[in-house]
């Protein structure tokens, strides 16, 4: 059902590395995904702000499948308040990803992506060593939602299955490979138990929607409609 919608958007996608060089220390702290042909991209907020103080952020091409040398992430625009960043790499760069104008709808099929298992070092000749996977939920659309997550607002709408550590900034795209919003967060509540057995635990991820990641674009200046009046989608 998803496989060629997985073949499109892995063009788009990669992993956000953290390199601390005093103490060797490296890893991923996310995921982001290119929104124009410039090398803009978008993720999580908090994706930016969680490595260690110190350390340098970079994009190292469509890992695993293709390493460039390490290329230093620039700032563009930010909002911490509802954990919207715009990045921009200045070169090698991936193709931008399709941006559906279709609002989403309880029951809709949805798929979570992102790089959650990322194990990784530096090695006696400081290079990074390890392994990062791309990593693919299926899953689908609960209802809409209104939260506030450790003094986060999002806005947009809840699925079936949690976002793990490492996939907060992933695209969150449809059967078609068409881009439904963006992973940020898991929501986890706790249905009180019956009298002799234990608490029950669902989580769900947290999609931003389209319409407020299109409004975070529109008021950073650098997306294409604001620069040259060009119709949204693919840029």
Same mark, same amino acid.
């Not at 060089?21 to 803009?40: A, I, Q, W």
């Not at 970079?58 to 460039?68: A, Q, R």
């Not at 790089?115 to 939920?137: C, E, F, K, M």
């Given at each position: 059902?998803?496989? &060629?919608?997985?073949?499109?958007?892995?063009?788009?996608?990669?992993?956000?590395?953290?390199?601390?060089?005093?103490?060797?220390?490296?890893?991923?702290?996310?995921?982001?995904?290119?929104?124009?042909?410039?090398?803009?991209?978008?993720?999580?907020?908090?994706?930016?702000?969680?490595?260690?103080?110190?350390?340098?952020?970079?994009?190292?091409?469509?890992?695993?499948?293709?390493?460039?040398?390490?290329?230093?992430?620039?700032?563009?625009?930010?909002?911490?308040?509802?954990?919207?960043?715009?990045?921009?790499?200045?070169?090698?760069?991936?193709?931008?990803?399709?941006?559906?104008?279709?609002?989403?709808?309880?029951? &809709?099929?949805?798929?979570?992506?992102?790089?959650?298992?990322?194990?990784?070092?530096?090695?006696?000749?400081?290079?990074?060593?390890?392994?990062?996977?791309?990593?693919?939920?299926?899953?689908?659309?609960?209802?809409?939602?209104?939260?506030?997550?450790?003094?986060?607002?999002?806005?947009?709408?809840?699925?079936?299955?949690?976002?793990?550590?490492?996939?907060?900034?992933?695209?969150?795209?449809?059967?078609?490979?068409?881009?439904?919003?963006?992973?940020?967060?898991?929501?986890?509540?706790?249905?009180?138990?019956?009298?002799?057995?234990?608490?029950?635990?669902?989580?769900?991820?947290?999609?931003?929607?389209?319409?407020?990641?299109?409004?975070?674009?529109?008021?950073?200046?650098?997306?294409?409609?604001?620069?040259?009046?060009?119709?949204?989608?693919?840029?």
């Amino acid at each position: 059902m998803y496989a &060629d919608a997985v073949a499109a958007i892995t063009e788009s996608l990669f992993p956000i590395y953290y390199v601390q060089p005093e103490s060797d220390l490296v890893g991923v702290c996310g995921t982001g995904f290119f929104v124009d042909d410039s090398g803009l991209f978008l993720t999580s907020e908090h994706v930016m702000a969680s490595p260690p103080p110190g350390s340098g952020i970079y994009f190292y091409g469509k890992t695993p499948d293709e390493v460039c040398p390490a290329v230093e992430i620039e700032h563009v625009a930010s909002d911490p308040s509802r954990d919207l960043y715009l990045g921009r790499v200045a070169r090698d760069y991936l193709q931008p990803v399709k941006l559906s104008d279709d609002p989403v709808r309880p029951g &809709d099929s949805v798929c979570l992506s992102g790089y959650p298992l990322a194990v990784l070092d530096v090695s006696s000749h400081g290079t990074i060593a390890g392994n990062v996977r791309r990593y693919w939920q299926p899953t689908f659309v609960i209802d809409v939602t209104h939260a506030v997550v450790d003094g986060r607002t999002y806005d947009g709408y809840i699925v079936q299955h949690a976002c793990f550590p490492g996939m907060s900034g992933g695209p969150v795209f449809d059967t078609e490979g068409n881009v439904r919003g963006m992973a940020a967060a898991t929501f986890s509540r706790t249905i009180p138990p019956v009298p002799g057995e234990t608490p029950t635990v669902v989580s769900n991820a947290i999609v931003i929607d389209m319409d407020h990641l299109r409004e975070f674009l529109a008021g950073s200046g650098e997306w294409p409609s604001t620069r040259a009046g060009v119709v949204h989608g693919r840029a």
